[in-house]
Nanobody, 123 residues
Framework: QVQLVESGGGLVQAGGSLRLSCAAS????????MGWFRQAPGKEREFVSA????????YYADSVKGRFTISRDNAKNTVYLQMNSLKPEDTAVYYC????????????????WGQGTQVTVSS
């Protein structure tokens, strides 16, 4: 079991930046591949980015590539999502997720979810 708590969401103007954090507790954080997902109003939850247990493998959705950066600090049990050049279409609730396998995160099969943090980008 692992518990995930996201933070760092908020309201930002288009072109601005936010940094999301997801703090994990419970089972060893480094045992999990991690990912970020988002769900906009009226839409299904979608994959944003994934990072492997060591951080050596990273993958992004095309919609955020070049603007978002995922990273993790296993000593702090935390995964981050740095979001730059934000657009109104990035508005969503952002969730972090954990899975035993990196491929599962990329595929959207996650074992544990956080509660989400709201990101709103105004035009």
């Amino acid at each position: 079991q692992v518990q995930l708590v996201e933070s760092g969401g908020g309201l930002v103007q288009a072109g601005g930046s936010l940094r999301l954090s997801c703090a994990a507790s419970g089972r060893t954080f480094s045992s999990y591949a991690m990912g970020w997902f988002r769900q906009a109003p009226g839409k299904e939850r979608e994959f944003v980015s994934a990072i492997s247990r060591s951080g050596g493998s990273i993958y992004y959705a095309d919609s955020v590539k070049g603007r978002f950066t995922i990273s993790r600090d296993n000593a702090k049990n935390t995964v981050y999502l740095q979001m730059n050049s934000l657009k109104p279409e990035d508005t969503a609730v952002y969730y972090c997720g954990a899975a035993d396998r990196y491929g599962n995160v990329v595929g959207g099969t996650v074992n544990f979810w956080g509660q989400g943090t709201q990101v709103t980008v105004s035009s």
